[in-house]
């Protein structure tokens, strides 16, 4: 309806203006050719105004895929927007009082007052809170006094995408030795990050809970619990932020990848087998700008160039691998690898992450080796913040219950176990210095996103009031919006969403440290890839 308000509307002004005619001269014809044009103009209008926040796809391809179109949309919703809140309760943009700047999407709830503020989960009384937590407390699983204490590796790779590495089914052999790990441990097909972006990830996924509560994270949790807790930086600065309690190797300081697994082998090497320890390493290589490897070159393109960081840090993994089944070490040593987040290559036109909630950018690898667990692939929708209640369950320490994530040493163990919905939310200021400038998206956006255990995924992006509906299991690409054509499931997606806001809201600190864009620049130098 909008191109056909786009096409009357040429037509009219070719009509009116018409050089065939005479400046003086006008035909009845004419004149009925154009009060014709104005009434359907008039009424495909009127129409528009109804109808445009019915058809959740147009709102999309209108206010992602066009330049001017959308502006013509913010305009009127800012000349429509008569309590000057930011939002009109018309054309579809959110507003469900706009009698009441308190009420808009972007408000914060009140809790108790009886009042829907952000237009999306109904009131929020404490009850409503209260039951949120208790989904997750009654999952708490308290410690295992006979699990070993395991020693622990964690990997942690920037913007890695889960569906890059041949683990994962990717057609180019990009990973080996991890395809050998995966092969005896356990791989999560179904895993996704709270957030596309490292500094909003990193304390959720460290803390075990969807914003940074200030809670006890799980390196400093080993490390007070004698585990000789060893941190190989990259980034520090950003790690140091949020991963505390870790002695940072010097000799891996401001070094490659090469450089971390160098440090780390020495230090296994000198390891005494009496004593606990965690390495904590941190790879960047798969995140821009991506730097050719002679031994792993696969071409030119952003895709190659991606891939053969993978490869690159693939190797230098193998290296550490080899080592600890060498050492006997594989035996008792618990490794994760996982991502914060994944990237975007040019799908949607986007060439970045920090940006979006599709699946590009939020699905990411997720392999646990658990001696003693039988190797298994894991259908099940988990999250990145389960990371440390998994550590610490597995190795038979407790973890704090105000944690939304869970420990998911039931499914890896192949018990009966039902995992909560998975949340996210992206919020940015960011703007890459590694992309053209017509590769940027507009950075002041607000989304939200929810995955059932059924597979179905709801995005929702608050600026611009748009919901999108997925069938992740049969669209896992993310090309079909069902929002209109499965309403039920649309509603009863929309209301867990709408409390995941409410509740996350009202319970972020004022001081919560998510964000590089709210507390400056980390202040390290480029560092070495």
């Known amino acids: ?3 056909l308000d786009t096409g009357l509307s040429m037509s009219l002004i070719a009509v009116i203006f018409s050089r065939r005619q005479a400046r003086n001269e006008r ?3 004419t004149i009925l050719l154009a009060l014709i044009a104005s009434v359907l103009l008039i009424g495909s209008v009127a129409f528009t105004f109804v109808h445009f926040d019915k058809n959740q796809n147009l709102k999309t391809q209108i206010f992602y895929r066009t330049t001017q179109a959308k ?22 943009g959110g507003d469900c009082d706009d009698r009441r700047a308190d009420v808009n999407p972007g408000h914060v709830e009140v809790v108790g007052d009886g009042v829907d503020h952000n237009c999306i989960g109904g009131p929020l009384a404490q009850k409503d809170i209260d039951d949120w937590h208790r989904e997750y407390t009654s999952l708490h699983l308290p410690p295992d006094p006979s699990a070993k204490r395991l020693n622990v590796i964690y990997v942690f790779v920037d913007a890695l995408r889960a569906d890059h590495l041949s683990a994962y089914g990717y057609g180019r052999k990009t990973s080996p030795n991890l395809d050998k790990l995966a092969a005896r441990s356990c791989l999560f097909e179904n ?7 490292t500094f909003e990830a ?14 006890e994270g799980w390196p400093e949790i080993l490390a007070h619990n004698g585990y000789n807790a060893l941190l190989f930086p990259r980034r520090i600065a950003t790690l140091r932020r949020h991963v505390k309690g870790m002695n940072v190797v010097e000799s891996a300081r401001g070094e490659t990848f090469e ?10 090497n000198e390891a005494p087998k009496e004593e606990p320890f965690c390495f904590y390493l941190y790879s960047t290589d798969t995140h821009r700008p991506y730097r050719p490897h002679e031994q792993f070159h696969y071409g030119d393109s952003i895709v190659d160039l991606y891939d053969g960081e993978i490869a690159y840090l693939d190797f230098h993994l193998g290296r550490l691998f080899d080592l600890l089944e060498r050492s006997g070490r594989m035996d008792d040593t618990l490794i ?24 590009e950018q939020t699905h990411v690898p997720m392999i646990i080796h658990f001696p003693g667990a039988p190797a298994r692939v894991i259908s099940d929708y988990v999250s990145t913040i389960d990371l440390g209640p998994t550590i610490l369950n597995a190795v038979g320490l407790d973890f704090p219950k105000e944690c939304a994530g869970v420990s998911l040493v039931p499914l890896m163990r192949g018990q009966a176990f039902t995992h909560p919905p998975i ?14 400038p017509d590769q940027q998206i507009d950075p002041e956006l607000k989304k939200y996103m929810i995955i059932s255990q059924d597979g179905f995924k709801l995005i929702y992006n608050r600026d611009y009031y748009n919901f999108e509906l997925f069938d992740l299991k049969n669209d896992p690409f993310e090309f079909r919006n069902l929002y209109a054509h499965m309403p039920e499931k649309a509603a009863e997606l929309k209301k867990q969403l709408g409390r995941f806001i409410d509740v996350v809201t009202v319970s972020r600190p004022w001081d919560a440290d998510e964000g590089q864009y709210v507390f400056g620049p980390t202040g390290e130098p480029r560092e070495a890839k």
């Open 1 to 3: 309806m909008f191109l």
């Open 27 to 29: 035909s009845q014809p």
């Open 71 to 92: 502006q013509y949309f913010k305009l009127a919703w800012w000349a429509l927007d008569f309590d000057r809140d930011g939002y009109s309760a018309y054309l579809g």
């Open 191 to 197: 895993a996704f990050t709270p957030a596309p972006n």
């Open 202 to 215: 990193l304390p959720k996924f460290t803390q075990g809970n969807y914003w940074d509560a200030h809670l």
């Open 259 to 268: 450089g971390s697994i160098d440090a780390a082998i020495n230090m296994l």
């Open 336 to 359: 994760v690898i996982m991502a914060d987040h994944g990237e975007s290559l040019g799908e949607r036109g986007v060439y970045k992450h920090s940006s979006q909630l599709y699946n």
């Open 423 to 436: 949340y996210g939310e992206q919020t940015t200021q960011e703007v890459s210095p590694f992309v053209r």
